[in-house]
């Protein structure tokens, strides 16, 4: 085989003849939107979108800037520097199919530790009309158990003090902002794409707190300019794998260092509520509406709970996928069950929808063999999804006296998987979390306290006090410690 072709501008040309690829001026573009958090998901969903509209030849604005603001993030800034913001998409589709496209939607890309100035420059200039965020669930810094501010973190009190010296997206915007208020010109956007209930709300919430302690009339101003649109974001993407990379390689001699894969189902609703001007997203496919709260929670709580469902009982039963999980009928039952008797009742009809629709393509996703989408992705900080995806629901399903036991064996299981790190045959599950250590360390009491684990109360608030889930809860904890056969206590509810 001749040498692979790295993907980069100068051979654009060459690619585009076997690969679709932008078809759009990307020397053109100019870039109108700064994004803090380019994942795969960022990449599969909103550059993707972006992409799609600058080949209608009429978006030249719009391209984005990509920001990481963690050490962590340094290979995707080196790749995607390196391949002048270039990466492939590769859709995989349930019958097999597979459709790779080159997107070219991001036109640079910055690492704020390298360059902390170039990042406040960035989002300040004239050009930026919207910054927008996935800094994951855990990201926007709020105390789960009071919905407030945490202002005991280390680089939020730095910040602070040193408005000049931004850490955290907080310190970020806020500096960038104060340039655009001094220069007179119109504040950008503040858009969450996290998977987050009301993630505008609370984005807006949590800015507002950090400026009024930092800085009350730059509070005032914010208050005044920004808007902060709620938005529903939704397509699955894994992890990104060395065979998807080999994949490129053998089958178009093209050399990605990391393309993502996603599946071929999209969505994105928004409010339409932009501070200063927007891209006609619409026009790709995008729905613009009012009120997008019904939909967030019809996804957070179908989708991402479902998923949460599949992954940490998968977990433990030894499933590696979460297609794995949906060939086991068990599980798909279980899944069907929750979503019926629990999380639906506690959803808003939504007016063109039909959730038993919805939860029917929800299966098929889920089952998707092609994208292997793994139990260790949708585990990982569970700690930070958990509280958004699964106990909102079983809070709310104490209050309507109705159905908890699907969730509650689901968190019994988080907190034995958490105490022993253990599947049911005794192989090692690696706890990928920020709170790895405090959830072991509760989990671990549980021999000597039942409810040491729903007592951690910047997850669980105070939960542990409601009798009925806590008698529930115990159950579940004396089943799931008595037998780890998890998939025996799974067919018993169903
Ligand atoms: C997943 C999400 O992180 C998770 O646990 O549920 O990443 C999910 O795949 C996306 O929200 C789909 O839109």
């Known amino acids: 085989m001749k040498n692979a072709i790295s993907l980069t501008q100068n051979n654009l040309a060459e690619i585009a003849t076997h690969i679709t690829s932008p078809t759009y001026s990307r020397n053109d573009l100019e870039i109108g939107i700064v994004h803090v958090g380019v994942g795969g998901f960022h990449r599969a969903h909103q550059a993707f979108y972006t992409n799609k509209l600058q080949e209608t030849k009429n978006a030249n604005e719009w391209a984005i800037c990509g920001v990481g603001l963690r050490e962590g993030d340094r290979k995707i800034y080196d790749v995607l520097k390196k391949q002048d913001g270039l990466y492939s998409l590769i859709i995989k589709h349930p019958d097999g199919n597979i459709e790779t496209s080159i997107i070219g939607s991001i036109k640079d ?75 007179a010109l119109p504040a950008f956007t503040i858009m969450s794409c996290d998977n987050i209930e009301h993630n505008g709300d609370v984005t807006q919430k949590m800015v507002m707190s950090f400026a009024k302690k930092q800085n009350p009339d730059l509070a005032q101003w914010i208050e005044n300019n920004v808007s902060f649109p709620n938005s529903m974001v939704d397509r699955i993407t894994p992890v990104t794998t ?56 019809m996804k957070l709580r179908l989708l991402n709970a479902g998923h949460s469902v599949l992954g940490i009982l998968g977990a433990l039963h030894g499933h590696q996928t979460i297609n794995a999980c949906m060939e086991d009928a068990t599980f798909v039952k279980y899944l069907r069950t929750f979503m019926d008797i629990e999380a639906t009742p506690t959803l808003d009809q939504l007016e063109g929808i039909d959730l038993d629709t919805y939860k029917d393509s929800l299966e098929a996703r889920f089952a998707n063999p092609n994208i292997k989408d793994s139990v260790s992705r949708i585990c990982s900080e569970s700690s930070a999804k958990l509280p958004k995806f ?71 608030g105070n939960l542990a006090d409601n009798e009925r889930f806590a008698n529930q809860y115990k159950e579940k904890i004396a089943k799931i410690y008595n037998d780890t056969d998890i998939k025996k206590h799974m067919k018993e509810m169903i």
Not at 129 to 156: M, P, Q, R
Not at 264 to 273: R, S, Y
């Open 242 to 297: 060395q065979a998807d990379i080999e994949y490129l390689e053998k089958e178009y001699g093209l050399k990605d260092e990391w393309p993502v894969t996603c599946e071929p189902f999209i969505q994105w609703v928004i409010e339409d509520d932009f501070s200063n001007g927007r891209p006609e997203l619409e026009k790709v496919g995008v729905q613009f509406v009012p009120n997008v709260k019904p939909y967030e929670k």
């Open 109 to 183: 890309i910055l690492l704020s530790v390298d360059d902390p100035k170039a990042v406040v420059q960035r989002m300040a200039n004239p050009q930026t009309k919207i910054v927008s965020l996935t800094i994951t669930e855990g990201g926007y810094n709020f105390d789960a158990s009071t919905g407030e501010f945490n202002f005991n973190n280390t680089d939020i009190q730095h910040e602070l003090q040193n408005p000049d010296d931004p850490k955290t997206v907080f310190g970020y915007l806020t500096a960038a902002l104060k340039k655009r208020w001094d220069s």
């Open 390 to 460: 699964l106990i909102a629901t079983l809070s709310d399903n104490l209050e309507s006296h109705n159905s908890i036991e699907f969730a509650t064996l689901v968190i019994a299981s988080w907190c034995y998987y958490s105490d022993k790190q253990l599947n049911k045959d005794g192989q090692p599950i690696e706890v990928i979390d920020a709170m790895a250590k405090e959830l072991h360390e509760a989990a671990k009491q549980t021999s000597s306290d039942p409810l040491s684990f729903i007592k951690q109360k910047s997850i669980f």
